[in-house]
């Protein structure tokens, strides 16, 4: 053996030798080979093994044992930092840690990050990013189950009873019968019991994963963030550690992180500022910012944010009821009590009449004899009677009502998100059918929210090529610092500029670099930002002190023309010469402002000033500035929106424009959109600008608020200071709105309508439904959806109650009477299946017709039930029960046929009956209930399915269904009376109706003295 061989090497491999010498030497001929190929096989590995101890590597020189630790970190890579660290940081607010890093900049540094450049974007990078630090994503709640759903279904009372029920009937039967014969009657029960239970359990449950995909939608937000030196757009799920994520007002905070660079950020509970590192550097997961503007890094992603750990201990219920539900609820209340009533009666009168000899079988005889029927006979017979009560109870609860409004908001939030419209919260969904006036803000609303430098006034010329050279250095100063935009250029000599910021930002930058040949970068070097004023919508204006290397310090403004012009006490001539502004010059820069807003542009002015008024504080002057110039910014209407707007007149909703612009470029605007016609310029208090409603008392608000058609340079107090005017006034308003001061007239409106692209986080947070294309035009589409969503439902209710009341009337009267239902448990259970589930599949999903916006808003508070529909289902019902009953009672002398046969002729008449009955219920007041008919294609597969279901349940299910086949021409007497329901329903219709509801005549007579 090798001396350097290892001791313990040694002394196996002489074990293994020592092994096979001591081998038995007799063995059979297989046992020898299968001997030497293991000896073989050992002697290699023995050697190779020698080998390795032997011969070192190439290029590697044996060295000792070594028994220093190696601290291998598999989790953080080549960062010098790891995610512990980075935890203990921010949730502690650990100052101490993060100085020791060298503050924020030295923390950027150790997650191989930059600043100014971000990290890069290659997928690789991000990879190991997410790998290291894990993703942006959160542990949520597991879907409910299917079998959830079956085992709620379940939990009804009424489907234990049938169940209990149908065990009775199942093991009277088998006695009494065999197993053979006597199993049909039970388990025909459970049959149909399992049907209603499946087909209502997976129902609910697609509709509940059809919320869910919504909520996942919702969650998905877009976050500014800068990779590679580029300012990009990202989802808020692909934010990696190390990220450089820009913040503006209204932002949310889309990880934990510690704030870089910026002025006065805010993030709604404290201020972080320029200067030393302290705690106030710490941004926290799920907060919003309310001020200033910033860079955070991020640190902690998903899980490991202080959000993600709180949501962990978080079991949220994410049902919830809308307003409409729970009136719908109530109603449902209400009519299983008149079941339950009628079901008990029902249930009371054939015990008496069985108990009492008067019950017959089909031979004639007496069903109940008390000498000679056995005590199985009696129960058996008794737990049939009370299986047909309860059925009735399961008949005349509409069941189907929660059923219709569920698919009904589900179906038309996932056809909204198609129209641009995505629904945060359910009841608006039917709260916006009763909207009655309209605040939509203008800016990317009713106009496209492309902009572009059209004209711009230096002096009191529109030439800039006579710019001197310093105006166009303060110029290229006033665009270049005072901005929350950004530009970038490749690197390339091909490539283009590419400008970020809001569409305002973008285009005054756009216009300076390719108009003014501003070199942003440059500029940014050469000034230090020393305090910044953000835009205010107060004061629509922003401002920022600078100073320049050489020491010189100025403050520029920039903001509304008129607002600006006022703080100017002098101005540059052509030649750049300083001028005093006289009040000539006064009215002249007054007149390009109007001139310019004439034409539709918004006048934005700037100013400076060469030294702040105090150099000891960061206030930056406001008065006797310079002004340097007007521009005007164009931003053409959206096409369709002129056509939206009148359709929304046309529905007796009225609009009103809302906006921060000067009031010549509000009225430009409204005149061009259709919202301020003709007839309304006449009126003195159609226009008018919010300092001047501000100021009405109360009671001149609402005197005039409805006859207010724009406020121009209005501010979110303005805004709500409408709605609540509004809403005093009975009116159901709707706001559009996209800032973070908009969110109290969102919170205050009935529905809440922010803008999913310009809009801020904390906007969206605060409205009920987010317009995905900031269009007015999808506002009117939600509109038109609101009403449809509440039409849906009262066409169910209507074909629904017809049902219950011609099942309950018929069931009722033949108990009375005869002593027998001419609808059996399964068959009732039938009915129950195919009328509530497919019914409410049918008619729920109807989508809007343009009809719908002839009509006025519908009433929140008024009856769900109107006079129209009562005319409609009382006529229905009516005729069903009057042919029906004649078939109990006079059935086998005109058809000539037995019990089984009539019996089978009254439950195939009553369901074809309803399957005509649902085209009639296409429509509450239109005669032609096929118009449309072939966009739905849903409704008529649904009825294709129902005929075909209904064919098979009479001609081949007869023991189940308790049915006998019938004739070609007892079909066609079926087919027949159930089509007399198109004519009967096309001449109810042109019955009309008071417009007081019947029910308030019944208080009337009720309180009216004697």
Request: aromatic content about 8%; overall charge positive.
């Amino acid at each position: 053996m090798p001396t350097n061989v290892p001791d313990h090497a040694e002394n196996i491999n002489s074990v293994g030798v020592k092994f096979l010498l001591e081998l038995p030497k007799t063995l059979s001929t297989s046992n020898k080979k299968w001997q030497q190929a293991f000896i073989k096989i050992y002697c290699s590995r023995t050697i190779l093994n020698c080998a390795k101890h032997t011969i070192p590597k190439p290029g590697l020189i044996p060295r000792s044992i070594s028994y220093t630790a190696i601290d291998l970190d598999h989790h953080h890579g080549d960062f010098r930092i790891d995610q512990e660290t980075l935890n203990d940081l921010v949730k502690n607010k650990n100052q101490e840690k993060l100085e020791s890093l060298g503050g924020p900049h030295g923390l950027v540094s150790a997650l191989k990050t930059n600043t100014r450049l971000g990290i890069n974007e290659e997928a690789d990078e991000i990879q190991r990013r997410r790998s290291t630090f894990g993703s942006n994503s959160y542990a949520r709640q597991p879907s409910k189950s299917l079998i959830h759903f079956v085992a709620e279904a379940f939990k009804d009372l009424t489907i234990l009873i049938l169940l209990g029920c149908a065990t009775l009937s199942l093991g009277f039967g088998i006695k009494e019968h065999g197993l053979k014969e006597g199993w049909y009657d039970g388990g025909s029960i459970f049959v149909a019991v399992f049907l209603v239970v499946a087909v209502s359990a997976v129902s609910n449950f697609r509709q509940n994963r059809q919320f869910d995909k919504l909520s996942k939608v919702r969650s998905n937000i877009k976050i500014d963030v800068v990779r590679k030196g580029r300012r990009q757009e990202i989802s808020i799920f692909d934010i990696v550690v190390g990220d450089i994520v820009c913040l503006n007002i209204g932002d949310q905070v889309p990880a934990d992180g510690v704030f870089v660079e910026g002025h006065s950020l805010h993030d709604g509970r404290k201020r972080a500022r320029r200067g030393k590192p302290n705690r106030k550097h710490i941004l926290f997961s799920g907060t919003k910012i309310a001020d200033g503007f910033g860079k955070m890094v991020v640190t902690s992603v998903g899980m490991n944010t202080s959000w993600g750990q709180m949501m962990s201990h978080i079991s949220r219920d994410t049902t919830e009821q809308t307003p409409l539900q729970s009136r719908l609820n109530k109603l449902t209340s209400s009519i299983g009590k008149v079941g339950l009533l009628v079901a008990f009666l029902v249930l009371l009168v054939l015990l008496v009449r069985y108990f009492t000899g008067s019950t017959k079988d089909e031979s004639g005889n007496r069903e109940y004899d008390r000498n000679k029927t056995k005590n199985d006979e009696i129960v058996n017979a008794v737990v049939e009677m009370v299986a047909a009560a309860v059925t009735i109870i399961v008949v005349a609860i509409p069941e189907g009502l929660p059923l219709a409004v569920t698919l009904t908001l589900a179906y038309s939030m996932k056809r909204m998100m198609k129209d641009e419209a995505m629904v945060r919260k359910l009841s608006a969904c039917e709260t916006m059918g009763s909207a009655t006036t309209i605040c939509t803000d203008k800016t990317g609303t009713l106009t496209l929210n492309q902009m572009k430098v059209t004209e711009f006034w230096f002096s009191l010329e529109s030439e800039f090529s006579s710019l001197s050279r310093e105006v166009l250095e303060l110029f290229h100063q006033g665009v270049a610092m005072n901005t929350t935009g950004s530009v970038f250029k490749g690197d390339s000599k091909s490539s283009e500029y590419e400008f970020s910021g809001s569409p305002t930002e973008k285009a005054i930058l756009s216009w300076a670099v390719e108009e003014l040949k501003m070199n942003m970068e440059e500029v940014m070097r050469e000034h230090e930002v020393l305090h910044v004023e953000a835009f205010n919508s107060e004061k629509k204006r922003s401002g920022v002190l600078i100073k320049k290397r050489g020491g010189e310090i100025t403050v520029h403004w920039k903001g509304a023309a008129e607002k600006i012009l006022a703080m100017c006490s002098t101005f540059y001539d052509g030649y750049g010469v300083v001028k005093e502004i006289q009040q000539d010059d006064k009215v002249n820069f007054e007149q390009i402002i109007q001139s310019m807003a004439a034409k539709s542009l918004r006048c934005i002015a700037f100013a400076y000033s060469e030294r702040n008024g105090n150099s000891e504080t960061k206030k930056l002057k406001e008065e006797n500035l310079t002004l340097l110039g007007i521009i005007g910014i164009k931003d053409p209407c959206r096409p369709g929106v002129k056509k939206a707007v009148e359709d929304c007149r046309l529905a007796g909703v009225s609009i009103k424009m809302i906006t921060g612009d000067n009031i010549f470029t509000a009225r430009a605007i409204a005149v061009d959109c259709g919202i301020l016609t003709p007839e309304d310029e006449t009126k003195d208090d159609a226009v008018l600008e919010g300092e001047a409603f501000r100021t009405y008392t109360h009671h001149e608000r609402l005197e005039k608020v409805e006859r207010i058609r724009v406020m121009a340079r209005s501010s979110p107090f303005d805004k709500l200071l409408m709605v609540k005017c509004l809403k005093d006034l009975g009116h159901v308003v709707a706001v559009t709105g996209d800032g973070t001061n908009d969110a109290p007239a969102l919170k205050e409106a009935n529905i809440g309508l922010s803008m999913g692209i310009q809009g801020t986080e904390v906007a969206k947070e605060s409205s009920d439904i987010v317009i995905l294309d900031d269009n007015f035009a999808s506002v009117a589409t939600v509109l038109k959806w609101g009403r449809c969503v509440y039409s849906n439902i009262q066409k169910f209710i209507q074909f629904q109650l017809t049902v219950n009341v011609a099942a309950l009337a018929i069931n009722f009267v033949a108990a009375v009477s005869a002593g027998e239902v001419p609808l059996t448990a399964v068959q009732l259970l039938w009915v129950n299946l195919i009328m509530d589930t497919l019914g409410a599949l049918a008619l729920a999903t109807e989508k809007p017709s343009n009809d719908l916006m002839k009509n006025k808003p519908v009433g929140r508070t008024g009856p769900l039930i109107t006079n129209v529909m009562w005319r409609n289902l009382l006529a229905q019902a009516v005729y069903q029960i009057a042919v029906l009953l004649v078939f109990q009672f006079r059935g086998r002398e005109v058809f000539d046929v037995t019990e089984r046969v009539k019996n089978t002729l009254i439950f195939n008449t009553f369901v074809l009956c309803q399957v005509f009955n649902e085209f009639n219920a296409r429509s509450l007041e239109k005669k032609n209930v096929f118009e449309g008919l072939h966009k739905n294609r849903l409704f008529v597969g649904i009825i294709l399915v129902t005929i075909v279901l209904q064919v098979v349940m009479v001609e081949f299910l007869k023991r189940f269904a308790d049915t006998e086949r019938l004739s070609w021409s007892q079909w066609g007497v079926c087919v027949a009376i159930g089509a007399a329901s198109w004519p009967i329903g096309w001449l109810v219709k042109c019955v009309p109706v008071p417009e007081k509801h019947f029910f308030s005549y019944l208080k009337c007579s009720a309180v009216r003295p004697l």
